[in-house]
């Protein structure tokens, strides 16, 4: 069985989010992208103190395509160093959990 993952990505704004998606989307390395818009990103970078409205997308893949994932959003993102963090679905429903990875196709 795959291994389902979920993807944390947060980006400077909701139209930079749609982009990144529709690239995940078309290439197949996502079956499904929610965008959070409207967060709210309190961080330490270079020495100091950030206080940002960003956007999250929550990417749902397989661990067998998190390498093109990870590598395309690093690529593409608008940051220097964009958060990219993906966590292991440790349950869920078993027919969504197999329509991910139904629509992923892994190299």
């Known amino acids: 069985m795959t291994e389902v993952l ?3 990505c ?5 139209a930079a989010a749609r982009r990144l998606a529709a690239g995940l989307l078309e290439r197949k390395w996502a ?3 929610n965008i959070l818009p409207e967060i709210r990103s309190m961080y330490r970078w270079q020495g100091e103190l950030h206080d940002e409205g960003e956007a999250l997308m929550v990417v749902k893949t397989v661990h067998q395509a998190y390498a093109e994932v990870e590598a395309w959003l690093l ?3 608008p940051y220097d ?9 440790q349950a869920g429903s078993a027919a969504y959990l197999e329509w ?4 992923i196709e892994t190299p």
Do not use: K, Y
């Not at 991910?100 to 629509?103: G, I, K, P, S, T």
């Open 81 to 89: 160093v964009p958060e990219v963090l993906a966590v292991q679905v």
């Open 31 to 33: 079956a499904c992208v």
């Open 100 to 103: 991910v990875q139904n629509e």
């Open 6 to 8: 979920i993807v944390l």
């Open 10 to 14: 947060t980006c400077p704004d909701t």
């Open 75 to 77: 690529q593409h993102h």
